[in-house]
């Protein structure tokens, strides 16, 4: 079939499976050309590992420090007529690029909120790795079924208190108007706590530690985002900024659990990017096509492998870790310079439908949003026939 983008409000509904591999590719390459590092993990099981940040933790993982992964996620398979989710051929690509590199990878395809998931995760350390000595955390979601109760939980994009007007880019019609959104109730925020709050990263690493397959000074992660003025009524001090507090409780809880193995769990706070999460919040795609034009200016622009990069150099794997007082890594360094949001801030209220090319990096928004479901490749022929159908060993 011929497979082009079929975007659908902040979605893409389809994905290319030879753009999405060569989106691994790049990622690859980066990390291979990046200067070695003496410490790094080993065996390393990342949660919500096939998009977005959990792929490039995986990536960096495998292609920076040579580690063995075992990668879970909750992605589409394909059909003779549709292709599958972005996930599942970026997981398909990384798999085989692990295995052409000698790299030991594995993959499970299925709910991480559930007990069967961390159960076969359990079972398929034992089998191939024994212990894992890093567990990366980096779901986004906007549903959890609880596994004990059955109970399911959505999370909501509101702010707390008081209803927030802003200015919204849509990005289906690119017109920018007033967008107002009505504080959540007490229940929606409750709800979004117990979707993208750390219960679940508790439970994880409560069930690794009892199967014993912790290795001895085993670390965790789990990533927040923080962002300051612009972004905190609907972000930092909103229903998912209460979930992300909520890390902030789970990895102290999660310390204890560790404490028999001398392991160490911190949250790391990362910069705002195009995901298929983030494409999701209400202002922030306007947000991100602002930062995106300063920060490429000023020569600072990252993106999901360059921030996973320095996580792991400069916080995961040094002696002396960009921490900051709640223990936390902060990769958002650059973001939140003073000097970077100030000129984000000052642009904020001049962006019009007329210029917005102009003022902010909205052409860089779109490009790296379609390239995140694998359009926009320069080297792939896009008018040519393409199987959906990829072969997959999870
Ligand atoms: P993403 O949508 O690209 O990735 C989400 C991952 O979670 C995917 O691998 C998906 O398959 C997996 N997943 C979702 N539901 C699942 C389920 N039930 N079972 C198993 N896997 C499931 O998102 P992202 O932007 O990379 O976000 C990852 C983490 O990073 C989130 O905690 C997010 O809050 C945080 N973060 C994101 C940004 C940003 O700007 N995108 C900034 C800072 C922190």
Request: hydrophobic residues 40%.
């Amino acid at each position: 079939m011929i497979i082009k983008p079929k975007v659908r409000g902040f979605i893409c509904t389809n994905a290319h499976p030879e753009g999405c591999a060569a989106n691994i590719q790049e990622q690859i390459e980066y990390i291979k050309a990046q200067p070695k590092a003496d410490k790094g993990p080993v065996n390393v099981l990342v949660i919500g590992a096939s998009t977005g940040y959990g792929l490039a933790s995986r990536i960096t993982a495998a292609f920076g420090y040579g580690a063995r992964t075992l990668g879970l996620f909750f992605e589409k398979p394909p059909t003779e007529k549709r292709t599958a989710s972005a996930g599942y051929y970026n997981s398909v690509a990384f798999e085989n690029a692990a295995s052409e590199a000698g790299l030991y990878a594995r993959s499970i395809n299925g709910d991480a909120f559930s007990h069967e998931a961390k159960q076969q995760a359990i079972a398929a350390i034992k089998e191939d790795l024994g212990k894992v000595d890093l567990v990366v955390y980096s779901l986004a979601s906007p549903r959890r079924t609880d596994p004990d109760t059955g109970e399911t939980y959505s999370s909501v994009l509101k702010p707390i208190g008081q209803s927030y007007t802003a200015k919204n880019l849509n990005t289906d019609t690119l017109k920018i108007a007033d967008m107002t959104i009505e504080p959540a109730s007490d229940e929606e925020i409750a709800n979004t706590v117990k979707v993208m709050g750390g219960e679940d990263w508790e439970l994880w690493m409560s069930a690794l530690s009892e199967a014993g397959v912790l290795e001895q000074g085993c670390k965790t992660v789990a990533y927040t985002y923080i962002g300051d003025k612009l972004t905190w009524p609907i972000y930092g001090k909103a229903t998912i900024g209460k979930a992300k507090e909520d890390l902030d409780r789970a990895a102290k809880a999660i310390n204890e659990t560790l404490s028999s193995v001398g392991g160490e769990a911190n949250v790391a706070v990362l910069k705002a990017l195009v995901t298929q999460s983030s494409s999701a919040i209400p202002i922030m795609p306007l947000y991100i096509s602002i930062l995106y034009k300063v920060m490429k200016e000023e020569g600072t622009h990252e993106g999901c492998i360059e921030q996973l990069d320095r996580l792991f150099r400069e916080g995961l794997y040094t002696e002396t870790p960009r921490l900051d007082e709640v223990q936390r890594f902060r990769m958002d360094n650059l973001e939140l310079l003073p000097e970077i949001q100030d000129k984000v801030e000052a642009i904020w209220p001049n962006v019009t439908e007329e210029n917005l090319y102009e003022l902010t990096d909205y052409k860089g928004y779109n490009a790296e949003f379609l390239k995140l479901f694998g359009f926009g490749h320069a080297s792939i022929d896009y008018d040519a026939d393409a199987s959906p159908v990829v072969d997959a060993k999870f």
